[in-house]
């Protein structure tokens, strides 16, 4: 039974799934059995964070979370972390729920942890700089992927729309912001071909690329298309098809990571990679030998432009693949 004081945090900052249907969202029509996948993932996400929101990030989060589908887990642990990192913020008597969460539970699902955070970080409109500085020197540009893809996500008019430049105080946070929105123009376009070729070709070049990976991770990691999807998908990325393959790759580290390993996952890396799921996760593990610690740039993108290009000539030959496949 629930207390009345997770009723009460509830009441305050809970979430209907119903956040998560296409037409709530705007989003592009879609063929049945896509937005019902891609709605799944949203309620998914949903039922996490409203766990966390009731339990108000005692012992307990990690085991609830456990009861979802396993495929689908990690979305649960991602809308948990959003959450926990609301919590810590507004209610002044303690800030380490997120803290505790991804060391205790989260630490198979740490990236998705880490997305999550981002999310609260959008909905709370924080200064950016301040809160990188509490996560993991890596993997804190995921915050930003986060953030990201909540403003897609929920802001779509503005910012796939209007194609709005984030203004965010930190030089590289803009483009991991771009990661994010394109991971969130999959759910909005529907998953569809043509239509996220047709929004990303409307934002400046020097956007398109971390576009393209975000439409990689999405597509290999929430699922949603056909194999004939994913391979127009890779058609029509044309020269950013490294990209979408790091992103696709990035896909099966965190699923490998987390044992939640998804056959929509492995189709879409022997397409997009030209590898299994398992060896574009150890694509993934070998980029981060030797990386250097944040100079000009961070090592963060150094790792992902190291795996677009080890993933560059097998993704030459996927597209040759593909090319013949097409014919």
């Not at 964070?49 to 649960?76: D, M, S, T």
């Not at 989260?106 to 301040?130: E, Q, S, T």
């Not at 909540?150 to 008019?157: E, S």
Request: aromatic share 10%.
């Amino acid at each position: 039974m629930k207390t009345a004081t997770a009723l009460l945090r509830h009441a305050i900052l809970g979430l209907s799934v119903d956040e998560a249907s296409f037409e709530r969202r705007g989003f592009s029509f879609a063929p049945r059995v896509v937005r019902e996948r891609l709605e799944c993932v949203g309620r998914t996400f949903i039922r996490g964070y409203n766990i966390a929101v009731e339990l108000g990030g005692e012992l307990g989060v990690g085991a609830r979370l456990q009861g979802e589908a396993e495929e689908l887990r990690g979305f649960a642990f991602e809308g948990a972390a959003m959450a926990l990192a609301l919590l810590d913020t507004v209610l002044p008597w303690r800030s380490d729920r997120l803290a505790a969460f991804m060391r205790r539970d989260a630490a198979h699902h740490i990236y998705m942890a880490h997305v999550g955070a981002g999310w609260a970080l959008a909905r709370l409109k924080r200064r950016v700089a301040p809160a990188l500085a509490q996560f993991d020197p890596l993997l804190r540009w995921l915050l930003l992927d986060g953030y990201g893809f909540h403003q897609g996500y929920f802001h779509p008019h503005r910012w796939i729309g209007w194609m709005a430049t984030p203004s965010l105080g930190v030089g590289y946070a803009a483009r991991a912001f771009d990661q994010g929105l394109g991971r969130s123009i999959w759910f909005v376009t529907g998953g569809d071909a043509a239509r996220v070729h047709s929004v990303i070709d409307r934002f400046a070049p020097r956007r398109r690329s971390d576009l393209w990976s975000g439409v990689g991770l999405a597509c290999a990691y929430a699922g949603g298309a056909t194999s004939a999807t994913v391979q127009a998908i890779a058609r029509a990325a044309d020269i950013f098809r490294p990209d979408l393959a790091q992103g696709a790759a990035f896909a099966a580290k965190t699923r490998e990571r987390a044992g939640n390993e998804a056959t929509h996952t492995e189709s879409a890396c022997r397409i997009l990679c030209g590898l299994s799921a398992r060896d574009a996760a150890r694509i993934t593990d070998d980029a981060l030998v030797g990386l250097p610690g944040d100079a000009s740039e961070p090592a963060y993108e150094v790792w992902r432009r190291r795996i677009a290009e080890r993933c560059s000539d097998t993704a030459h030959r996927a597209r040759a693949i593909t090319a013949g496949e097409a014919r």
